[in-house]
């Protein structure tokens, strides 16, 4: 997904980062495998 569609970054729990992005052909919002 391009970067232009990233709503939101975030660390999770872990201390991995996390990411939830707008999905252009789906219309929703994702998590993004990276």
């Not at 391009?2 to 709503?7: A, S």
Request: hydrophobic fraction near 30%.
């Amino acid at each position: 997904i391009p970067e232009t569609w990233l709503l939101v970054e975030y660390e999770k729990d872990d201390g991995t980062q996390g990411i939830w992005a707008e999905c252009p052909e789906c219309d929703d919002v994702v998590a993004p495998e990276q």
